[in-house]
Every structure is written in structure tokens, then in C-alpha cells.
């Protein structure tokens, strides 16, 4: 997590708004900017959606990069600096291994085949993504967003290298910390225990070699790996839905498609939407706002999301010091020391070297698919959003290599599809479950084609539905990897699509907000099946409808009971060795299969056991008064900005608590520890393919990062209440829903 600390005096929360109101960017009006070719037209619908309309592609993205500025400037920045290893600049020494990792992934191949690897024009737009963004900075001047003035430093202009950073995509592929898991597992309790404890999916041989010893391979080869890849407060819980119907299934007679991607849900958003229109694009959605185009979304024909796929894109070396073939040194500038620190980047042949053992002559080393030319996360997005029709879609998705997506579509003809894209390596020897010695013997043999990677094309059913569940097709030959999410959210979405209905727009908003517990459900009928007795709590559940909304008391109750359920299963199950690490792992899934296995008295007495356990936790934290009892009261998320470090900023820019239903095993993902939600979806869109302007999103907290904007917070409300506001596409449809026109002129 970034801590990011105050500078200079304390003043009052009305001072403080004052000041960050003084700072907020221009939206109306005019501004000459030197760098464009001719005017573009910058229309900020009422929900503070960017409209941008250019008459040149260099035009397009330089002003995608001043309008992404103008609301996000100083999250970019933040995500610059992560990227580049230029936090300790700005928040002191304990930046500097973090910045030293962040520099050792950075990309070093052929720039060339770098940006080829994107799309045809990669290059241009990202360059004039960039200077956008530097002639913000250049005109803004002094009066830049308010968390610049508090923490005392100021943005540095942007390279198009800036776009091309690895660390996102490394938060997104990390496979890595697995194989420390399993060697420790491994080396505990020896591969079969491993596996029995901690099953891979599909269920592979745990290899091993007597002349390779797993002993000493622990959580600190990782550990600087994990803190690089942390971010403003992140949780790095990956999830997401979508699904897409064909006009069989479809009220309108055209696909329908729904995605809400799962990520940390914080202030600002991660997501930031943008209508690109210009020569060859017409295009909207959401992406990152420090990377130009969009991620999800849709063109004039062609809709397009995306939820994580299992994909194991990296592999963890283990060599010897003599392995080593080059050695880089870098200076870090550190804040509050007079000299920068200098730190060594080391290599292999096989990737950056993440952990040294000095003891044992063992050095760490990563592969990984990001060092890959077009590594860099989400710019694969440059060819998608021009895709129209099936065949350029899965030519794009050759374009999209980290991270691995399924990648759902639909077209205005009629057509759906589905591909789990991304760079995939084979491995012809091994599974890449443990960490492998450097030594030839466990190599990639190159990546697979598009065409070998799971995918569907207008599918019998009807439907395509993903939510980072096991999606590899019965007698797939491939192993892309093992680690997947339990599924109820996919099951669930199956139960309500393969109804056979025809859905619409509304169907679907519902359906993303579905609380609906499968883990529930499945519980409570084994609970049914037990003799009289135990706590009579246990009826509130018995007559549950297994929704875990916000005002529900049996879901509060049970949302205590599961975990206590689970701490039981696994002090029964699992020596208390490897409790720690296979227990984290391990899913409600595998604990439902186990406990539907038990002999009916043990399950009973488990059951019973951890109601008791669970209500005494309820009365602890929800009172004896059971009618008073609510998830909601418990479940709450709020949303904190990395510069809110005091009473005051808190004020000013902290939101919530919000009241949520939901936990990570609905639909509505609405997952985190300590009963609080910290990821799920700050962005949902449902597409219409029928009528582009009857499509709708929703994100949170608004489009904004700038505090004192009216666009700060106001899509919080529509996001808390489940509510979505039109994704406008026509000119028309812009012009009616029109807040705000700026002109940018040369």
C-alpha cells in the first residue's frame, strides 16, 4: 500500500476546500494549446463522460491525454512514479526496494517491436497521448490539483516509454507467489499431501527432483515482488462477470452484453471513461486514464469486456549466482536525503533477479510474459476498439498478451464469441506449479497461437458467460493453468441465462446485482439434512432465501458463520504446519465438496459447533436483539484517497461508509476482509447492440479525482443504490445529456 504523508501546516477543512477548488481544471470555454493540428470539440456529458471529437488521430489522443489530466492528473502521476521506481522521490527511503523492482521489470527489448506489437500506429498514439498530458502540465502552471500543493512536489512531464510500464500487468500475473506456496507446501508435508491440501484444477502431478530441494523457498523470494505490485490501498483480489446473449435470447433482436470488472474500489476510480471520435475511431467505454483508448466498451459495430483468466504467464528460476549476465546500476532519488541511493539490477538469462540467497547460492530470477514485446497491460486495447467483426477481433486478440483475458464479443450482425486471450507459454516437460531450476531442462517453447487458445463462436446455447471460473473445454490439450475461482458466480449466472427468456437492458442491470449465495444454498441444505438440535438460530437460516442483502439479518448471521465454519473444517482437516498456507488457498468450493463427504455425525457436529462459535460473534457485534440485525450494519465500504492523512483532508476527500449487500461469492462481488468491501465493480456497462444509445454504465465515485469537482462524487449515489446512467454515443444522444463544452484550439 502507498502511505503517502502531509506536508506543512494543518488548516481547516473549509481553507482546504477552498484551495482544492481554486485548483480544479478548466472544462468550458476555450484554451489554445500549442501541439494541436486543429480544433477538437470536448463535450462532458452530466455524469462527467468526456465526449471528444477530432478531426486527426494525432488530434484524438493528444487531447484523450489533456481531458485524462484534467480529471485524473495526480493518480497519474501516482501510477507513473509506481511504474517508472520513482516513489521514493516523493515519499522517502522505505520507497526504495519497491522502486528498485519497478525498475528491474521495466521493459528492455526492441522498442520497435514494442510498439508494433499494439497496433500499426501505436507509436504515434501514444506519443500524442503523452504530449496531451505534458501540455496540461505545461498549462496549468502552478495551479495543479490540491494533493500536489500537500505533499509538496510537483508532476514530471510524461515520455511515451511512461505508457509502456510493466507494473500493472505484474499485479495482474502472480503466479510467481503460488509456486513459493507450493514448494513450501511440497517441502513440508512432500507432493502428494501438497496436492491433496491444495489441488490443482485441473489435478496435475506435483513434479519433483531429488536433485532440486524445495527446503528455503518461503514467502521472502516474493516479498519485494508483492510490495511493487501493491498500489494507492490494493487489494489485488482480481475478479469479474460478463456474459453476452445472441438475438435468440435478446428482447431488442440484437446481442445484448454485460461486463463489470472487479478491481480495487477506491478514490479515485481505477476506471476512467472516454468517447473517442475521430478519423477510423468511434469508440466508448472505460480504461485506465494513464493509457489512451479504452478497455471495455463498444464501437460502432463491435462490443467487447473482459474478466481475468487463470493463465500461468510466469515462472520462478531458481539458479546460481555465476548465472547472472548482466548487472545494471540506477540511482534513486530519495526524499530527505542529500545523495540518491544506487541499487543493482540484476539478470539471468531467464528474466530480472527478484531475491537473492546469499547462504545457499541461490538466486531468484522471473519469467514472465510481460518482458515480452506488447507486455505492457491493456494496449492491445489500441486494436480492439477498431475491430469489426469476428475475424479482426481475433486478430486483435493476437495484439492482447498481458493480462490474460477472456475476452467476450458481440456484433450488430448477430454474432457473439468468446477467447481466454493472452500471451499463454508451453511448457512441454513441466506444469509450472513449482519453481524450476535454470538449468535447460524446464524452458518455453514460444506461446500459443490465438488459434489454439479456448474460444466459441456463436455457441449452441445461446450464451457465453465468464467469471474467472475454470473455462477450459472438456479434452483441451493445453495446460494454461491452475488456479481459477470457485465458480458459484458462474453457476449462478448460468441458472438465470440458460432460463431461455428473452433479456433485456433492466434483466441485466438486476442480474449484475445479484446477491443470490450458491455457497448459501448449499450450506443450509446440508444443515436442513441434520437432526433436531444445535443452536435454534439455525432456523433464521432454515428459512432464508439465501440473498445476502443489505437489510437481511439471516445474512449477517450467516456471513459470520462461514468463516467460523471454515476455521473448523480446516484445524480438522489440515496439519497445523501447512494450515496457514494451504488454508488461504483454498476455496469454498473444495470445503462444500469435503464436507458433502463427511459422514453425517462429523458433518453435523462441525455444523453445530460453528454455529455456536458464529453466535456468539453475533451477539458480540451485532447486539442480542436478533430483529436488529442487518448485513448491511456490518458490511460497508468507504473510500479513502492516499493523500487523506489527517482529520481534515479525510473530510474533504474520504467518502462513505456505504451500506453493501452481497459478499465474493455473489454476482455482486462485493468482497474484502473484516467484513468490508475493498474490491468488486467500480464499473459496469451493458451494451446494447440493437440501439448503441440505450446502453448504460455505472462507476464510483465519479469521473473526477479533483475533490472540490462536482464530478468527485457524484456517480456514488447511482453506484450505491444499483442504479446506471445512459452510455450516450450518438451526436444527438451526447447533446441532450450535455453539462460542460470545451474547445481546444491550436
Not at 515480452?372 to 486495447?381: D, N, S
Not at 442483502?549 to 445474512?555: E, G, T, V
Request: glycine residues 10%; contains cysteine; neutral net charge.
Amino acid at each position: 500500500m502507498v502511505a503517502l504523508g502531509a506536508a506543512g501546516c494543518a488548516r481547516s477543512p473549509a481553507t482546504l476546500e477552498s484551495r482544492a477548488r481554486a485548483a480544479l481544471a478548466r472544462i468550458e470555454g476555450r484554451i489554445q494549446l500549442a501541439g494541436l493540428q486543429k480544433p477538437v470539440e470536448v463535450l462532458r456529458d452530466q455524469w462527467g463522460v468526456p465526449h471528444i471529437y477530432a478531426q486527426t488521430v494525432e488530434d484524438l489522443f493528444f487531447a484523450q491525454g489533456f481531458v485524462a489530466a484534467q480529471d485524473r492528473l495526480f493518480q497519474m502521476e501516482l501510477w507513473r512514479r509506481t511504474g517508472a521506481g520513482e516513489l521514493a522521490e516523493i515519499l522517502g527511503p522505505d520507497y526504495v526496494d519497491r522502486d528498485r523492482i519497478a525498475r528491474l521489470v521495466r521493459y528492455r527489448g526492441d522498442l520497435e517491436a514494442e510498439y508494433a506489437s499494439y497496433a500499426p500506429d501505436a507509436r504515434k498514439i501514444i506519443g500524442s497521448f503523452t504530449q496531451g498530458i505534458n501540455a496540461f502540465i505545461r498549462y496549468s502552471g502552478d495551479r495543479l490539483p490540491i494533493e500536489f500543493e500537500l505533499l509538496g512536489f510537483r508532476p514530471g512531464l510524461w515520455k511515451p516509454e511512461d505508457c509502456l510500464l510493466r507494473i500493472a500487468g505484474l499485479l495482474m500475473t502472480r503466479n510467481a507467489s503460488s509456486e513459493v506456496d507450493r514448494a513450501q507446501l511440497v517441502a513440508q508435508v512432500g507432493p502428494e499431501n501438497a496436492a491433496r491440501y491444495w489441488p490443482p484444477d485441473p489435478l496435475t502431478k506435483l513434479e519433483g527432483r531429488p536433485d532440486f530441494p524445495l527446503e528455503g523457498i518461503d514467502g521472502r523470494v516474493t516479498a519485494a515482488l508483492q510490495q511493487a505490485t501493491g498500489s494507492v490501498r490494493l487489494s489485488t483480489e482480481p475478479g469479474s462477470n460478463n456474459w453476452v446473449v445472441d438475438p435468440t435470447l435478446s428482447a431488442t433482436g440484437k446481442p445484448l452484453l454485460a461486463n463489470d470488472p472487479h478491481r480495487p474500489v477506491v478514490a479515485p476510480s481505477l476506471r476512467y471513461l472516454a468517447h473517442l471520435v475521430g478519423p477510423g475511431w468511434n469508440v466508448i467505454g472505460a480504461g485506465e486514464p494513464a493509457l489512451p483508448g479504452v478497455a471495455v466498451g463498444h464501437n460502432e459495430r463491435v462490443a467487447f469486456g473482459f474478466t481475468i483468466v487463470g493463465m500461468d504467464q510466469q515462472d520462478l528460476y531458481v539458479e546460481k549466482p555465476e548465472a547472472i549476465t548482466r548487472i545494471e546500476k540506477e540511482k534513486i532519488i530519495v526524499k530527505g536525503k542529500p545523495e540518491p541511493v544506487e541499487v543493482e539490477l540484476k539478470y539471468t538469462r531467464h528474466g530480472p533477479v527478484i531475491y537473492e540467497d546469499g547462504p545457499r547460492r541461490r538466486v531468484y530470477a522471473l519469467r514472465w510474459a510481460g518482458a515480452e514485446p506488447g507486455g505492457a497491460g491493456y494496449l492491445g486495447a489500441l486494436t480492439l476498439d477498431r475491430v469489426g467483426n469476428w475475424k479482426e477481433f481475433l486478430a486483435a486478440m493476437a495484439r492482447w498478451k498481458v493480462p490474460g483475458e477472456n475476452m467476450i464479443y458481440a456484433d450488430v450482425d448477430g454474432n457473439i464469441g468468446w477467447v481466454a486471450a493472452g500471451l499463454a507459454p508451453i511448457r512441454k516437460n513441466y506444469s509450472g506449479l513449482l519453481p524450476v531450476p535454470g538449468d535447460g531442462t524446464r524452458e518455453w517453447h514460444g506461446f500459443l497461437p490465438v488459434a489454439e487458445l479456448p474460444q466459441i463462436y456463436n455457441p449452441p446455447q445461446h450464451y457465453i458467460a465468464t467469471a474467472n471460473h475454470n473455462i477450459l473445454p472438456r479434452g483441451y490439450r493445453h495446460l494454461l493453468g491452475y488456479e481459477w475461482n470457485a465458480g458459484f458466480r458462474f453457476q449462478r449466472l448460468e441458472e438465470v441465462l440458460r432460463a431461455g427468456k428473452k433479456f433485456t437492458v433492466g434483466d441485466f442491470q438486476r442480474l449484475q446485482h445479484d446477491e443470490t449465495s450458491l455457497v448459501a444454498r448449499e450450506l443450509i441444505g446440508m444443515l436442513k439434512q441434520a437432526p433436531a438440535g444445535g443452536p435454534e438460530v439455525r432456523q433464521m437460516l432454515e428459512s432464508w432465501d439465501w440473498v445476502v442483502s443489505k437489510d437481511s439479518a439471516a445474512a449477517a448471521f450467516f456471513e459470520i458463520w462461514l468463516p467460523r465454519l471454515v476455521q473448523r473444517f480446516l484445524t480438522a482437516e489440515l496439519p497445523a504446519e501447512v494450515r496457514k498456507i494451504a488454508g488461504r488457498r483454498l476455496t469454498h468450493r473444495h470445503v462444500l465438496d469435503k464436507l458433502a463427504r463427511y459422514p453425517a455425525e462429523r458433518r453435523n457436529r462441525l455444523l453445530f459447533d460453528s454455529l455456536t462459535d458464529a453466535l456468539d460473534e453475533s451477539r458480540r457485534v451485532l447486539g442480542e436483539d436478533r430483529t436488529s440485525w442487518r448485513w448491511g450494519s456490518l458490511h460497508q465500504i468507504r473510500f479513502r484517497h492516499p493523500a487523506a492523512t489527517d482529520a481534515e483532508q479525510r473530510q474533504l476527500f474520504d467518502l462513505g461508509p456505504v451500506e453493501r449487500g452481497g459478499d465474493s461469492n455473489t454476482v455482486n462481488n462485493t468482497g474484502g476482509g473484516c467484513f468490508r468491501q475493498t474490491s468488486g465493480a467500480s464499473y459496469r456497462q451493458i451494451l446494447d447492440l440493437a440501439d448503441w444509445d440505450r446502453s448504460v454504465a455505472t462507476s464510483v465515485p465519479g469521473q473526477s479525482g479533483q475533490p472540490a469537482s462536482p464530478h468527485y462524487s457524484d456517480l456514488l449515489p447511482l453506484w450505491a443504490e444499483g442504479k446506471y446512467f445512459p452510455l450516450a454515443f450518438s451526436r444527438a444522444a451526447v447533446e441532450k445529456h450535455l453539462r460542460h463544452k470545451l474547445l481546444l484550439e491550436p
